[in-house]
Structure formats: structure tokens, C-alpha cells
């Protein structure tokens, strides 16, 4: 396909690399099978200790250098990152699209996410100001800045293969540190695409080798990462079930995590909500990417008063969907993964059923021509309690439930009632609600939305979540803070050594 030999993408890939360098290394052979079709797209080689070795020490020297070089001439090479990736939009997004099973829109929207922040990493290069704030002791100033940290390892999920690793690349390049990607095992062939990008602009830039290293690899990769002590900062998407694991055993070294893990996330749908745009946000929430992403809606919350009509509407939308070959722009719905994410799904229904759950719109695998890689699942919605224990999970799986409530506080409980706490939303059109959801009293969650969906959010804002999704934020807003160390600064300029709260210490 074109849009492999554009991103520089062969049958067989080293999977490890300082930069400019590939590394041979003896690891085993890490197969791409693209859930569209079933088909092998290539292959990488996994990356052995040696080869690990090599990237952090690599990385490690790099960093000596990088973060000596002013933070505006650091923005300008994330400038032309950006200019890079929207000259390969168009083919990274196909083959984010091709590799990991979502629609090529939502494949072309993942790079521009890239590239927005770029963009927003560039404006940032100039702006990473302390305060100053006034010393108790005479003849003193007291401020503080922000120093770079080192080594940042990287570890994201097969959901968003790119956009997540730029949010932090892009971020931590401008602030001074340096990279070690480990990218999904399930889509390992969009980081050699980054990696190849990213690779042309520091060569001509100069850039030492070393400020992005790629890994490729499982779960042992990804322990070694956490328990390096020469990383002192490791950012980490994906399952609870992982981010525990990285944090204990980043926080057993005492390192820095920044975790973004899983999302239960619920719209609350209010007798005063427009409908319209509420049956938009929810079916594009519940079905975009399959229901593969971490801020996909799995619970609706609806008023009793209009529970009927909206799940009518609902009925219909979905019938109304189109499952098929993602890189067809007239579908709505691509496969999910792989076959292990099918099982789950199905296992899911199944237990939901075992709960009391009432299907009205039934799921299953899609069979038949085009469907050969047996990845393809229909969109479906049950009538179930939040308590039922596979609503309190997170199944990354185009499953809706759907729930009645009387009373706003009720809703507000249902929607916090789960261990995770990444996105929310509510639909409605009356003040007093839309005000309590944003309360102190209302979502706890990282992202509360009013007349939009969980999913979607933009690179301006901090994006994270509370309880089991992990406390961490990527991304906009200060989240740049995540990859700096903070240093408190006196300077003496008296002829004399007061002490702090009045002590006194004379010779």
C-alpha cells in the first residue's frame, strides 16, 4: 500500500532505535495483523536488554545536551515536527486507521491532534514561566523556575497509537527532556511511522542523538521501564489493571508517574436536554472507535419522563449504523482490535445477561464477505442498574447501558457511582442543573462536559481523570508542569544573613 512506503514502513522493521539509528537486536518477531482484513502488514523486532540498554544510555547523554539548548529553538524543531505530520496527514492517518481498526476520519482527526500540539508545544517553548514571590527577610528575592527532568519513558495504549506519545513527546521535548517510546505491541508499526517523521526533522535540525528513542516490546519492556531508576518520569496509558502495576513499581523508586488509565463515563440526559443534540453526542460516544476509546459513553442516565421516547431514538440511530472496512468513509463502525477484544465483548453480553440486563439492541459478531478477520462487532445497548458488577467495569467494547433517574442528585450519584473518573456529561438546558453537575457537589470526575459528549476533547484543556483512572493530565493547559521539576530560588544581594522566622544565630 502507498501509504506504507511514504511512511517508510517495510514487511520486516528493526523495532528499536536511538533516533537516527536502528538497532539489530535478537528479540522476537512482533507481527501487525490489521483487524480490517486479518492480514499481515508487516512486522518489527522486539527490542532485547541490550538493545534497551543502548536507547537509555543514548537518551541519557542526549539529555546533557538538549537541555542546554534555549527553550524557543527547542520549539522550533516541534515546529516543524508539525510541519511534517501535515505533510504525511493524510498517510499516517491511513495507517492509523489500517492498523488499529478505527474509521479513517477518526485515523486523519488522531494526526491532527498531533499537530495541534505541535502547535500549541511551540507557543508553550516561551511561555514556561515561574513566579516571584516577596521574601519575610529584608535585601532578598525569592523565586522560582522550572528545570527539565531528564529521561521520560513513554508506555501507550493501541487506542490512540499516536496522538497520546505527542501529547507527552511534544511537551517534554520543549521543556528540555528527552524520550523513550514504548509503543503498543498491537500497533507497533505506527511507531516506526513517528519515529521515521521525527527522525528527518532532528537531522537537519542537528538535534543529538538520543532526544527520542523507540522500544518495541510486551509487558516485561514495559516493567523494566518502570523500574529504571534512571527515568524519573514514566507516563503511562492504558488499563487500571497496568497502571497500578507501573505505579508501584515507579513509586517503590520513588520516580514520578502520570497515569492515565481507564473511563466508566456517563451523559446524563435531563428532561430539559435538546434531544438532538444529545442523541448525537451519545451514539457518536457509544460507537466511535468501536468503543475502543477511554472517554467512549458506556452508561446513559436518562430522565424517567422521556426514557421511552429517547431510547426509541436510540433503537433507531442504531439501526441506522453502518460496520465495515474503516478506511470506507461511509461507515460508521470499524473492528475492534482483535479477537481477544471480540471474546471480551462477548463475555461481557453474557454476564450482563447473567445480571438481569436487558438488551434492546442485540450484539454479536458480524459474519459474511468483508468481515473475513472476524473483528467486527455490533454496536449494541442493554437496560441495566449501575450496580450490576459489568457496569462498574470498563469493557473496551461497543456496549451501552442505559438507566432511569428521577431526581438530578440521583443522577449525579449514578454517573459518580463507579470506580473510575475520566469524562462526564450532561445534556441539558437548564441552568440550575448544568451549574450543580459542575459543582463541587456534582461530577468527580477529570472531564465534565454540559451539551457535549465524553469523547472529543480538545488539546487546550488538561486531559485525565480521578480515582482508578490514575490523577494524572496530559496534554493543555499546565500540564506541562508533569514533565519539570519545580526550584525554589533565594537570593541574598544584603550585607547581612538574616534567618528565616525571626531566628536568631549570632557568633
Same mark, same amino acid.
Given at each position: 500500500?502507498?501509504?506504507?512506503?511514504?511512511?517508510?514502513?517495510?514487511?520486516?522493521?528493526?523495532?528499536?532505535?536511538?533516533?537516527?539509528?536502528?538497532?539489530?537486536?535478537? !528479540?522476537?518477531?512482533?507481527?501487525?495483523?490489521?483487524?480490517?482484513?486479518?492480514?499481515?502488514?508487516?512486522?518489527?523486532?522486539?527490542?532485547?536488554?541490550?538493545?534497551?540498554?543502548?536507547?537509555?544510555?543514548?537518551?541519557?547523554?542526549?539529555?546533557?545536551?538538549?537541555?542546554?539548548?534555549? $527553550?524557543?529553538?527547542?520549539?522550533?524543531?516541534?515546529?516543524?515536527?508539525?510541519?511534517?505530520?501535515?505533510?504525511?496527514?493524510?498517510?499516517?492517518?491511513?495507517?492509523?486507521?489500517?492498523?488499529?481498526?478505527?474509521?479513517?476520519?477518526?485515523?486523519?482527526?488522531?494526526?491532527?491532534?498531533?499537530?495541534?500540539?505541535?502547535?500549541?508545544?511551540?507557543?508553550?517553548?516561551?511561555?514556561?514561566?515561574?513566579?516571584?514571590?516577596?521574601?519575610? %527577610?529584608?535585601?532578598?528575592?525569592?523565586?522560582?523556575?522550572?528545570?527539565?527532568?531528564?529521561?521520560?519513558?513513554?508506555?501507550?495504549?493501541?487506542?490512540?497509537?499516536? $496522538?497520546?506519545?505527542?501529547?507527552?513527546?511534544?511537551?517534554?521535548?520543549? &521543556?528540555?527532556?528527552? &524520550?523513550?517510546?514504548?509503543?503498543?505491541?498491537?500497533?507497533?508499526?505506527?511507531?516506526?511511522?513517528?519515529?521515521?517523521?521525527?527522525?528527518?526533522?532532528?537531522?537537519?535540525?542537528?538535534?543529538?542523538?538520543?532526544?527520542?528513542?523507540?522500544?518495541?516490546?510486551? %509487558?516485561?519492556?514495559?516493567?523494566?521501564?518502570?523500574?529504571?531508576?534512571?527515568?524519573?518520569?514514566?507516563?503511562?496509558?492504558?488499563?487500571?489493571?497496568?497502571?497500578?502495576?507501573?505505579?508501584?513499581?515507579? =513509586?517503590?523508586?520513588?520516580?514520578?508517574?502520570?497515569?492515565?488509565?481507564? !473511563?466508566?463515563?456517563?451523559?446524563?440526559?435531563?428532561?430539559?436536554?435538546?434531544?438532538?443534540?444529545?442523541?448525537?453526542?451519545?451514539?457518536?460516544? $457509544?460507537?466511535?472507535? $468501536?468503543?475502543?476509546?477511554?472517554?467512549?459513553? *458506556? %452508561?446513559?442516565?436518562?430522565? #424517567?419522563?422521556?426514557?421511552?421516547?429517547?431510547?426509541?431514538?436510540?433503537?433507531?440511530?442504531? !439501526? /441506522?449504523?453502518?460496520?465495515?472496512?474503516?478506511?470506507?468513509?461511509?461507515? +460508521?463502525?470499524?473492528?475492534?482490535?482483535?479477537?481477544?477484544?471480540?471474546? /471480551?465483548?462477548?463475555?461481557?453480553?453474557?454476564?450482563?445477561?447473567?445480571?438481569?440486563? +436487558?438488551?434492546?439492541?442485540?450484539?454479536?459478531?458480524?459474519?459474511?464477505?468483508?468481515? #473475513?478477520? =472476524?473483528?467486527?462487532?455490533?454496536?449494541?445497548?442493554?437496560?441495566?442498574?449501575?450496580?450490576?458488577?459489568?457496569? /462498574?467495569? #470498563?469493557?473496551?467494547?461497543?456496549?451501552?447501558?442505559?438507566?432511569? @433517574?428521577?431526581?438530578?442528585?440521583?443522577?449525579?450519584?449514578?454517573?459518580?457511582?463507579?470506580?473510575?473518573?475520566?469524562?462526564?456529561?450532561?445534556?441539558?438546558?437548564?441552568?440550575?442543573?448544568?451549574?450543580?453537575?459542575?459543582? /463541587?457537589?456534582?461530577?468527580?470526575?477529570?472531564?465534565?462536559?454540559?451539551?457535549?459528549?465524553?469523547? !472529543?476533547?480538545?488539546?487546550?484543556?488538561?486531559?485525565?481523570?480521578?480515582?482508578?483512572?490514575?490523577?494524572? *493530565?496530559?496534554?493543555?493547559?499546565?500540564?506541562?508542569?508533569?514533565?519539570?521539576?519545580?526550584?525554589?530560588?533565594?537570593?541574598? @544581594?544584603?550585607?547581612?544573613?538574616?534567618?528565616?522566622?525571626?531566628?536568631?544565630?549570632?557568633?
Amino acid at each position: 500500500m502507498e501509504f506504507l512506503t511514504t511512511l517508510g514502513i517495510a514487511a520486516e522493521n528493526p523495532g528499536t532505535s536511538t533516533g537516527s539509528a536502528w538497532i539489530k537486536t535478537t !528479540g522476537e518477531n512482533i507481527p501487525s495483523y490489521t483487524p480490517v482484513n486479518g492480514s499481515l502488514i508487516g512486522s518489527v523486532t522486539a527490542t532485547d536488554k541490550a538493545g534497551y540498554e543502548q536507547v537509555i544510555n543514548t537518551a541519557a547523554a542526549a539529555f546533557r545536551e538538549w537541555r542546554s539548548w534555549p $527553550a524557543p529553538r527547542r520549539g522550533e524543531v516541534v515546529r516543524q515536527i508539525g510541519e511534517a505530520l501535515r505533510a504525511k496527514k493524510q498517510a499516517l492517518g491511513q495507517l492509523v486507521s489500517y492498523e488499529m481498526g478505527k474509521s479513517l476520519q477518526e485515523g486523519l482527526g488522531e494526526v491532527q491532534e498531533m499537530i495541534d500540539i505541535c502547535d500549541f508545544a511551540v507557543g508553550l517553548s516561551r511561555q514556561l514561566h515561574g513566579l516571584t514571590m516577596h521574601s519575610e %527577610r529584608p535585601g532578598h528575592r525569592m523565586y522560582e523556575q522550572w528545570h527539565p527532568m531528564g529521561i521520560v519513558g513513554i508506555i501507550s495504549a493501541f487506542n490512540f497509537p499516536v $496522538a497520546v506519545w505527542s501529547w507527552n513527546s511534544m511537551l517534554a521535548w520543549v &521543556c528540555g527532556d528527552v &524520550c523513550v517510546w514504548k509503543p503498543s505491541e498491537k500497533v507497533p508499526l505506527c511507531g516506526i511511522a513517528c519515529q521515521n517523521i521525527v527522525n528527518e526533522v532532528f537531522t537537519k535540525n542537528n538535534v543529538p542523538e538520543g532526544v527520542s528513542g523507540l522500544v518495541n516490546g510486551g %509487558r516485561e519492556l514495559g516493567e523494566w521501564i518502570a523500574a529504571d531508576t534512571r527515568i524519573p518520569l514514566v507516563s503511562a496509558t492504558g488499563s487500571t489493571r497496568m497502571g497500578k502495576a507501573v505505579g508501584a513499581a515507579v =513509586g517503590a523508586r520513588l520516580g514520578n508517574s502520570l497515569l492515565e488509565l481507564g !473511563g466508566n463515563n456517563a451523559i446524563i440526559i435531563s428532561k430539559d436536554a435538546d434531544l438532538d443534540i444529545a442523541l448525537i453526542g451519545a451514539v457518536f460516544g $457509544a460507537v466511535g472507535t $468501536a468503543g475502543q476509546r477511554c472517554t467512549t459513553t *458506556r %452508561r446513559l442516565i436518562i430522565h #424517567e419522563s422521556i426514557y421511552d421516547v429517547f431510547k426509541a431514538r436510540l433503537v433507531k440511530a442504531y !439501526g /441506522q449504523l453502518r460496520i465495515g472496512d474503516p478506511l470506507d468513509q461511509h461507515n +460508521h463502525v470499524g473492528p475492534l482490535i482483535d479477537k481477544d477484544a471480540v471474546n /471480551q465483548y462477548l463475555a461481557s453480553i453474557e454476564k450482563c445477561k447473567a445480571e438481569g440486563g +436487558h438488551f434492546i439492541v442485540e450484539g454479536g459478531v458480524v459474519e459474511g464477505p468483508g468481515y #473475513e478477520s =472476524g473483528c467486527y462487532v455490533k454496536p449494541c445497548i442493554a437496560e441495566a442498574s449501575n450496580e450490576f458488577k459489568i457496569v /462498574q467495569h #470498563e469493557t473496551f467494547a461497543p456496549i451501552l447501558y442505559i438507566m432511569k @433517574y428521577a431526581t438530578i442528585d440521583e443522577a449525579i450519584a449514578y454517573q459518580n457511582g463507579v470506580p473510575q473518573g475520566l469524562s462526564s456529561a450532561i445534556m441539558t438546558l437548564n441552568l440550575r442543573e448544568a451549574e450543580q453537575f459542575l459543582s /463541587q457537589a456534582g461530577s468527580d470526575c477529570g472531564i465534565a462536559n454540559v451539551n457535549i459528549g465524553t469523547s !472529543g476533547a480538545e488539546i487546550g484543556g488538561a486531559f485525565g481523570g480521578e480515582k482508578e483512572t490514575g490523577g494524572g *493530565r496530559e496534554s493543555g493547559s499546565d500540564a506541562w508542569k508533569a514533565y519539570m521539576r519545580r526550584q525554589t530560588n533565594t537570593i541574598n @544581594y544584603s550585607t547581612r544573613l538574616p534567618l528565616a522566622q525571626g531566628i536568631k544565630f549570632d557568633l
